[in-house]
Nanobody
Framework: QVQLVESGGGLVQAGGSLRLSCAASGRTFSSYNMGWCRQAPGKEREFVAAISWSGSSTYYADSVKGRFTISRDNAKNTVYLQMNSPKHEDTAVYYC?????????????????WGQGTQVTVSS
C-alpha cells in the first residue's frame, strides 16, 4: 500500500511557475507508475501527466504538453510536477496518484492510490 501527500500548491500568476511535490510512504514506491490528475469546480477529474516506475517514460495531456514536466526521485520517494507558464484554466485541485499497470494510463479510474490534493489557483 502507498500513502501519498501532495504539497506546493498555492496562488501563482499566469505565465509564472510552480512546482508540486508528492511524497510517498512505503518501500515499494519505485515499483509504481505515478500520475498527476486535477479537478476543477463542477468538472470531472482529468488526467494531467504520468511517469513510469523507472522514470524513463512520461505521458502528458495535450492541454499541458510543453508547459508541465513530471519527474520523480525514487531515492526520495517523491514525484514532482513542474508547472511553467500556467494559465487561468489550469486552476484546480491537483492530485497525485499511483498504479501498477504495465503501461502508463491517462484514465483516472485506473489509479489505485490517491493523495488528498493540493489547490492551485492561477490568477490572470
Amino acid at each position: 500500500q502507498v500513502q501519498l501527500v501532495e504539497s506546493g500548491g498555492g496562488l501563482v500568476q499566469a505565465g509564472g511557475s510552480l512546482r508540486l511535490s508528492c511524497a510517498a510512504s512505503g518501500r515499494t514506491f519505485s515499483s509504481y507508475n505515478m500520475g498527476w490528475c486535477r479537478q476543477a469546480p463542477g468538472k470531472e477529474r482529468e488526467f494531467v501527466a504520468a511517469i513510469s516506475w523507472s522514470g524513463s517514460s512520461t505521458y502528458y495531456a495535450d492541454s499541458v504538453k510543453g508547459r508541465f514536466t513530471i519527474s520523480r526521485d525514487n531515492a526520495k520517494n517523491t514525484v514532482y510536477l513542474q508547472m511553467n507558464s500556467p494559465k487561468h484554466e489550469d486552476t484546480a485541485v491537483y492530485y497525485c496518484a499511483a498504479e501498477r499497470d504495465l503501461i502508463l494510463t491517462k484514465r483516472p479510474g485506473r489509479y489505485d492510490y490517491w493523495g488528498q490534493g493540493t489547490q492551485v489557483t492561477v490568477s490572470s
